[in-house]
């Protein structure tokens, strides 16, 4: 066996000396959303100890569709018949992936976070962590698995990254910009710092300074994971709908943020998102549905998360594919058998938020004002940043004005405005609420 260490000083016990530059990769990769986060499947295919093995699983796991699993089982299943030594450390991270592929979230980010509080400079364990919970929609969970961290590790710029992103999910803004402009510091070119600070700046309001910093830092993400890229051109592309330039933004999907990866989860979702908005502020996409669609019809029988399902659903239904009924019936069919930690948001959230999705893209506005009403309040459980559920709000707002429920969509509309005075996509939905409640007046104050 060959002793080395992670980028962060964290020991590894490997069987091959050539390992430990997958597993910088790995770790590093990890964190920056570098391509050289793959380099541990090689290693794995001659390497068996625990850490290799156990790194490859999470890779087939990140790759969030259910042919992952089998492929996860092996690596772990390789590591358990070598039986070779491992450290502690080591050994508690293998199980939280164990538990993470059984469907024991819950258990896995408690061992994650154990890991965090006794070897604080494990930044791939707390990163692990807080994408589990971030699936959960447990943002304090993703702020303390950070700060955990932050007394040993704050030397590293992406913990500080790390940081701004949980402090922005428990919709702590003023630490969020402090912790990313302090990233940013000392690597201008985390990308997560990068899209912590765009969500602070959306949030606020702040919608021509986010397309500022985004426009800014955008030459280096072409050589980023197919999510990070992608993810930072949709922020961006949110930043001009908002602003009234979708025409931008229309670019910014054919360009930017569909065509990376069509095959990869992540990049499926994003997609749908920005079509879903651009259509709301009511620009025609073409057929843009249609060619989406081929690439979400193989999902159907996901269920995977329901954050993802319900984009895929959306997608599907918006092209008028069958297979929509089909991923409907099977939410329906999977929600009660879901796996303990996400149950309830499976049967609560995404079972009538599901029927509210195909209502609105079938044009069954009441319907879906109903269904989606009833999901909204929960919605935080399916996972996803308060950026990517804010389309389902969205959505239940125009269900809401479609159906002449227009008092109700003044309610939700008007605090908005008041604190996105820059959108224009808000100001052209208010004048035509307070146009048709016979109060035009109002849409100019």
């Known amino acids: 066996m060959v002793t080395a260490a992670d980028p962060f000083g964290n020991p590894l016990t490997l069987q091959l000396e050539s390992s430990a530059t997958a597993m910088a990769g790995f770790v590093e990769g990890f964190l920056g959303y570098e391509p050289r986060i793959l380099e541990v499947l090689g290693a794995a295919e001659h390497d068996d100890s625990l850490i290799v093995q156990t790194c490859a699983a999470v890779l087939w796991l990140f790759s969030e569709a259910p042919a992952g699993v089998p492929k996860a089982r092996e690596h772990l299943a390789r590591a358990a018949r070598a039986a070779l030594p491992a450290t502690e450390r080591e050994q508690q991270f293998a199980a939280a992936v164990s538990h993470w592929l059984d469907g024991g979230v819950n258990e896995a980010i408690a061992g994650l976070e154990a890991i965090a509080r006794h070897h604080p400079r494990d930044l791939a364990s707390v990163k692990l962590g807080q994408y589990l919970a971030f699936n ?8 303390r698995l950070a700060l955990h961290a932050l007394p040993a590790a704050a030397d590293v710029a992406a913990l500080h990254g790390l940081l701004a992103f949980g402090w922005e999910q428990c919709h702590r803004l003023r630490e969020a910009e402090s912790a990313a ?10 990308p997560w710092a990068q899209h912590a600070l765009a969500h602070v700046m959306l949030t606020d309001g702040r919608l021509a300074e ?4 985004l426009q800014g830092v955008s030459d280096g993400w072409q050589g980023l994971t197919s999510f990070m890229r992608s993810h930072n051109w949709w922020h961006l592309a949110l930043f001009h709908i908002e602003l009234g330039d979708d025409a931008a933004a229309l670019k910014l999907y054919d360009e930017q943020v ?10 499926q979702v994003g997609a749908v998102s920005l079509l879903a908005r651009l259509e709301g502020a009511g620009v025609a996409v073409g057929e843009r549905w249609t060619e989406l669609a081929q690439y979400l019809v193989p999902r159907v029988a996901d269920q995977v998360q329901p954050f993802l399902d319900l984009q895929y659903l959306y997608g599907l239904a918006r092209a008028d594919e069958p ?3 089909v991923l409907l019936a099977n939410i329906e069919r999977f929600a009660p058998q879901a796996p303990t930690a ?5 049967q609560r959230v995404a079972v009538p938020a599901a029927g509210g999705l195909v209502a609105h893209a079938r044009g069954r506005w009441a319907d879906a004002a109903d269904a989606l009403g009833q999901a909204l309040p929960g919605l935080a459980g399916i996972g996803g940043s308060h950026a990517q559920r804010d389309l389902f709000e969205q959505l239940y707002i125009d269900a809401l004005q479609r159906s002449g429920r227009l008092a109700a969509a003044q309610n939700l509309l008007q605090p908005r405005a008041n604190v996105q005075p820059q959108s224009l996509r808000l100001r052209r939905q208010l004048h035509e609420v307070y146009a048709a409640l016979k109060l035009p007046a109002l849409a100019h104050h």
């Open 136 to 143: 959960l929609g447990d943002s304090p969970t993703m702020l």
């Open 181 to 190: 402009r302090r990233a940013l510091a000392m690597n201008p070119a985390d």
């Open 210 to 213: 986010g397309v500022e910093l």
């Open 258 to 267: 569909w065509g990376v990866d069509k095959t990869y989860s992540q990049d």
């Open 323 to 325: 297979e929509a009924d």
């Open 342 to 346: 996400a149950r309830e948001a499976w």
